[in-house]
């Protein structure tokens, strides 16, 4: 992508005298060189959305929902380019690259239906001559924030949903993966998206956010980041009396129950941990497994750990990639070494692989107390901890004994032991037997410091709409 803005439906470079560079996880070379956006640049896209949403907030439900079609469209008719930038500047194998494409496309197909079904209601009035109706309207302006993990389905998530509401956007995607959000913002352009509707700029983080969030022309914010970043952006946004949705940090806990295929769950669950190498606000991480079946479930759990094929991402055997940058690379080689420094036993792993790029190598840890920086702190890569539980009680007290509540899972045969998990686990999302955590059409978002609202599903779309009730007299 030659130009690093998309504002007013053009393509164009950021006005700072500054730039950025895009790294390649796999090689550590440099992929991407872009003009970073100005205040100006920003309160321009901001002018821009502000102009587009006074005509699209009057659109009709079959206009919003034929772009966002055209949009699903061109994403699939550019699914080669778009896995290959995604495997470039993300390092996820380029297998896994096409299905997040997919998925992004999905967002969009999945806004295009509701689109049409943003109901309002009639409420009983009290005495005749009186009509009540709740009517549902678009926010306004959202500035929305994506993170760089997944680079096609966080931004078309925002969105998708947002025009589906009859919202305009300013989007800050993750400068680390900027050509892949780009090219979200030529589908739209390709699709005949009015100018303005869809403005992206990047820049200096903290600045683009302090901006945006005190810009009166925004009315709601949406982030998706780390917990610490989001709870500052949610003040921000407070300050000024704007909505917020926030989806932030996990540290997901799986309990793995006496009544289950080892073997089965075992190489499952391995499948997930390490898909994108670890770095999923989803991702199982504290595995909390029934003390009879700890010592066979470690070693199965081990052997498949040891299978997972890591390698450059555009090889076809590729299971999984490298970690984003080097500062990922530090943090969890860091987060491994203080592990065990105190106490844990490593079963797995342990260290980076000798080659250029960021390749760690799949970990696993055996956790017999809770004094690891790990057992608290998100490690967001290749790591999974092995906790062994007596029971019940202690499963689900170590489930919700972190400030986080984003993504839990539980496996059991036990259907009246899976009611429970499901009820009392902590947990903005809860799967049982399996590990699918988020789609387009169900709602996603965190408990206690995972995030503020939802993401995805019709509760998803309602948090870019406000409520009016209408009275209206003299009709008898």
């Known amino acids: 992508m030659k130009y690093s803005q998309f504002i007013h439906g053009e393509f164009c470079d950021g006005t700072s005298a500054e730039v950025f560079e895009v790294l390649s996880p796999s090689t550590g070379e440099v992929v991407g060189s872009y003009a970073m956006a100005s205040p100006a640049d920003v309160k321009r896209a901001t002018e821009s959305a502000k102009k587009a949403f006074q ?12 772009l966002l079609r055209k949009i699903a469209d061109e994403l699939r008719a550019d699914r080669d380019n778009l896995a290959t930038q995604i495997a470039t500047e993300l390092g996820k194998p380029y297998s896994e690259a096409q299905k997040e494409v997919d998925v992004a496309a999905e967002m969009f197909e999945w806004s295009a239906e509701e689109a049409r079904r ?16 709740m009517q549902l309207e678009p926010r306004g302006v959202v500035a929305g ?16 949903a947002a025009l589906a509401a009859g919202c305009s956007i300013v989007i800050k995607p993750s400068e680390e993966t900027a050509g892949v959000a780009l090219l979200i913002a030529q589908a739209t352009q390709r ?11 990047f820049g200096n983080p903290a600045h683009i956010a302090d901006q945006l969030c005190s810009d009166g022309d925004i009315a709601m914010i ?24 926030l989806e932030l940090g996990g540290h997901a806990p799986v309990i793995v129950w006496s009544d289950v295929d080892i073997d089965k769950v075992a190489a499952t669950t391995v499948a997930t941990k390490y898909r994108n190498a670890g770095q999923v606000c989803t991702s199982p991480t504290r595995f909390l497994i029934h003390e009879s079946i700890y010592a066979a479930f470690c070693e199965k759990f081990v052997e498949h750990a040891k299978k ?7 090889n076809a055997q590729a299971q999984m990639g490298p970690l984003k940058n080097k500062r990922r690379l530090n943090a969890i080689d860091q987060l491994v070494q203080n592990a065990t420094a105190s106490g844990a036993q490593l079963l797995a792993g342990g260290k980076a692989i000798d080659q250029p790029g960021f390749f760690y190598e799949p970990t696993v840890l055996a956790i017999h107390n809770k004094s690891a920086d790990v057992s608290r702190i998100e490690p967001f890569g290749p790591v999974a901890l092995l906790i062994p539980v007596k029971n019940a009680d202690e499963a689900l007290a170590e489930a919700n004994s972190l400030p986080f509540g984003l993504a839990a899972y539980a496996f059991t045969n036990d259907m009246k032991l899976a009611h429970r ?14 590990l699918q955590a988020s789609l387009p059409e169900t709602p996603f978002g965190g408990y206690k410091d995972s995030g503020l609202g939802s993401e995805g599903g019709i509760e998803g779309l309602r948090e870019f709409l406000q409520v009016k009730c209408v009275r209206q007299g003299g009709l008898a």
Not at 55 to 66: D, H, L
Not at 222 to 245: C, P, R, S, Y
């Open 118 to 133: 943003l109901y309002g209601r009639v409420i009983p009035a009290r005495s005749p001559g009186i009509q009540q109706t």
């Open 55 to 66: 005509s699209w907030k009057k659109s009709g439900a079959t206009q919003r929902s034929e």
């Open 191 to 201: 699709a005949g998206a009015p100018a303005g509707l869809v403005n992206m700029v």
């Open 222 to 245: 949406t982030f998706t980041g780390g917990t610490e970043v989001g709870k500052q952006l949610g003040a921000k946004a407070a300050a000024h009396m704007k909505k917020a949705t």
């Open 145 to 160: 924030f994506s993170g760089w993990n997944a680079p096609a389905i966080t931004p078309s998530r925002k969105i998708s």
């Open 421 to 434: 998990f499901a009820n009392e686990i902590e947990s903005g999302v809860v799967c049982i037997n399996e």
């Open 308 to 314: 997972v094929r890591v390698m450059d991402p555009f």
